[in-house]
């Protein structure tokens, strides 16, 4: 016979009953410990950790009341939420045995016992308790997951207007569950922006996933989101949740939403319609508990009049809209972004000494950034790496910096920042020496002095 892992404490004044119980059940679990005194309990678990505690309703010579009884149960609950209580009284008394399984007994015996009953209730109980205990430990994993996953994440850094907005914006929607659409090129960062709503929102103890729905074919986007159960196809080994399901109490980012196909757009629709998911292979439907974010780069209202978007779909997703300028469209994010990456790379690379000199941010500004925030990333950790002395300078940046010379931004015809852009490209090419580069620009320095200010250079 082999032992389960079960802790049992006896509590009775009876040691005869006390006795007999212990002989029952010591062959089946790991320990099997007895009191004669209920004052003992609290001392008791200091001690150790019980996962069944059996407990007489009544202690005191001609006590029948099972307030007692109803009194430890309480007591060890709240000593031990995870341990379970098996009741045991000599006089069968019906209302005592409701009220304490309404206050967390999980069963109750009567005197005298049968043993095979007293056994399995016993069994029983140390199941539910191991259960308890593991799926308190799952949580607990699960909170660890979520920040440890979170940390990955960057702020939202900015301090351009736009940025400002963006901020306000996600203060106002993040505590309502409106669901948000958030529109911008590739790298700009809609994914930081979905983060900080989760994490501003009554659901930043839940997960937040983000799933990419334009890469899903069209045979694995139903088991994906909605998941399936065994057998519901060929392939379909064992039960999967979907991630509908697995971002429960969570946030969901369905990310690149443009890039779905009219029939998986009619599928997602009726998902946010019924706010419900019917598992593949499945009637059953489940309810949604997760709040929805989609992001994309397209512009999705062309698409609407193009026929490839469903209107119906758009206005269902786009309760509140976030617009991501591209980084080239606030330069002054480029300083606060730069450093940023700058403290990170040089932290992992082991050089904390490394500087950013204001010609090589002047520099940085003057580049296009057609990847956005993930391409500066990437030019930064080039450059820690490549770079030899203490400060970054342009040569560090390879084949960025020849990209970057002749980069001239053809599609601002904006004359304010076309002159902007030549006024930090004199700065950058005469080494942030005002004096050269307003001979070049053809200004007096008190000029040039007041068209930085004018354009936060
Ligand atoms: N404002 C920001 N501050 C700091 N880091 C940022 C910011 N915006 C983006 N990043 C960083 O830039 C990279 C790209 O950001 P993110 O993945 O959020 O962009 P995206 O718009 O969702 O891109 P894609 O469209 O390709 O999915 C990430 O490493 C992110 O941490």
Redesign the pocket.
């Given at each position: 016979m082999s032992k389960s892992s079960g802790r049992i404490l006896l509590v009775d004044d009876d040691e005869f009953v006390l006795l007999s119980i212990k002989l029952l059940l010591e062959p089946h679990f790991a320990s099997v410990k007895t009191t004669n005194n209920p004052e003992r309990i609290p001392a008791l678990f200091d001690r150790d950790q019980f996962d069944v505690v059996v407990l007489d309703m009544n202690f005191r010579q001609g006590d029948t009341t099972g307030n007692q009884g109803l009194f430890w149960l309480k007591k060890i609950l709240s000593l031990s939420p995870d341990t379970q209580i098996v009741l045991i009284t000599a006089y069968a008394d019906i209302q005592v045995a409701v009220e304490s399984i309404k206050e967390g007994a999980l069963d109750f015996i009567v005197k005298p016992w049968q043993n095979e009953k007293l056994l399995a209730t016993v069994k029983t109980a140390n199941l539910v308790s191991q259960e308890k205990q593991k799926v308190r430990q799952l949580k607990s994993q699960q909170k660890s997951l979520v920040s440890a996953l979170d940390q990955r994440?960057?702020?939202?850094?900015?301090k351009s207007e736009a940025?400002s907005a963006i901020r306000k914006t996600i203060e106002k929607v993040a505590p309502t569950e409106a669901v948000v659409l958030?529109l911008?090129?590739?790298?700009?960062?809609?994914?930081?922006?979905?983060?900080e709503i989760h994490r501003h929102s009554t659901r930043s103890e839940g997960i937040f996933m983000a799933v990419?729905v334009g890469a899903l074919s069209e045979s694995i986007f139903e088991s994906e989101l909605f998941g399936h159960r065994k057998g519901a196809f060929t392939d379909a080994k064992e039960d999967r949740v979907g991630r509908f399901e697995a971002a429960a109490g969570g946030t969901l980012l369905l990310?690149?939403i443009g890039n779905l196909s009219l029939p998986l757009q009619a599928k997602l629709l009726t998902v946010l319609q019924h706010k419900k998911v019917i598992r593949l292979g499945t009637n059953e439907p489940i309810d949604l508990d997760v709040r929805i974010i989609c992001?994309?780069?397209c512009n999705l209202q062309a698409m609407v009049k193009e026929g490839k978007f469903r209107e119906d779909l758009l206005y269902r997703i786009n309760t509140v809209e976030i617009t991501?300028p591209p980084l080239y469209d606030r330069p002054e994010?480029i300083p606060?972004?730069a450093a940023?990456?700058l403290t990170r790379f040089s932290q992992k690379y082991q050089k904390p000494y490394l500087k950013l000199a204001a010609p090589v941010i002047t520099y940085l500004q003057q580049y296009r950034w057609p990847g956005?925030?993930?391409e500066?990333?990437h030019a930064l950790e080039r450059a820690v790496i490549m770079c030899e002395g203490e400060q970054l300078t342009a040569e560090d940046f390879g084949s960025f910096q020849k990209q970057m010379a002749g980069d001239f931004m053809f599609d601002h015809l904006n004359l304010e920042k076309l002159e902007a852009w030549a006024i930090r490209k004199a700065i950058a090419k005469h080494s942030g020496n005002i004096s050269h580069a307003a001979e070049e620009l053809g200004l007096s320095r008190g000029a040039l002095y007041r068209r930085m200010e004018t354009y936060g250079i």
């Open positions: 994440y960057e702020p939202l850094i900015g940025i958030i911008g090129q590739n790298g700009t960062g809609k994914e930081v922006i979905a983060r990419d990310d690149e992001a994309t780069n991501v994010d606060l972004i940023h990456f956005n925030i993930r500066l990333q």
